[in-house]
């Protein structure tokens, strides 16, 4: 079971205790603006059907959405990680990374430390040769996150099935001595 610790971040897998905080995070209207329409109607239910799909994709895929927790305080943060992105099937074969932090997490470079390691992961431990990224237009800190993970726009502005525009970022693994940042734990 992977355990990832990065300066500031434990990325583990989801617990029955992450629940109730990430239920809040998806119900933010300001943290769900830029996900498929932005509409935010969460209720503990829905959060844990998500966690699930997300602990099965681990078992099917070998990878996932890690949950992301403040090592200081060991508050969930919110999750990254990798998965299949099923919902845009024009990009397949294809695997995403991505991040949702809750408000409070903001502003601080999280998402960006969190991602670093999950990419990490996924080129070393996994051996991914490449990744994608879907960020819809207008979503600049999420696009930030992504120039300052190394990726770049592989795709320009393309209608959506949720009637918001995307742009679609790529990055490839680096040369043969990848290594990750962070400590692992069995």
Same mark, same amino acid.
């Not at 498929?36 to 994709?57: F, K, L, N, P, Y």
């Not at 099937?89 to 695997?95: I, Q, T």
């Not at 995307?166 to 069995?186: E, F, K, Q």
């Given at each position: ?92 074969? *294809? ?61 320009? *502005? ?16 680096? *040369? ?11």
């Amino acid at each position: 079971m992977p355990l990832i610790r990065t300066p500031r971040l434990i990325l583990r897998r989801w617990r029955t205790s992450d629940v109730a905080p990430m239920t809040v995070i998806n119900s933010d209207p300001a943290v769900m603006r830029w996900i498929g329409d932005g509409s935010v109607h969460e209720h503990e239910e829905q959060t844990r059907s998500r966690i699930a799909m997300w602990e099965h994709e681990w078992e099917t895929e070998g990878f996932g959405l890690f949950a992301v927790e403040i090592r200081a305080t060991g508050e969930l943060a919110g999750f990254t990680g990798l998965s299949v992105p099923h919902y845009l099937p024009e990009v397949l074969p *294809a695997v995403e990374i991505g991040w949702r932090l809750g408000r409070p997490f903001w502003g601080r470079g999280l998402a960006t430390e969190a991602a670093r390691a999950a990419l990490d992961f996924g080129f070393a431990d996994r051996g991914l040769d490449r990744v994608v990224s879907i960020v819809q237009v207008g979503n600049n800190a999420s696009e930030r996150v992504m120039n300052k993970l190394g990726m770049r726009v592989e795709r320009g *502005a393309v209608d959506h099935h949720c009637g918001r525009p995307i742009r679609i970022h790529v990055l490839r693994a680096p *040369a043969a001595d990848v290594t990750a940042t962070g400590d692992r734990s069995p």
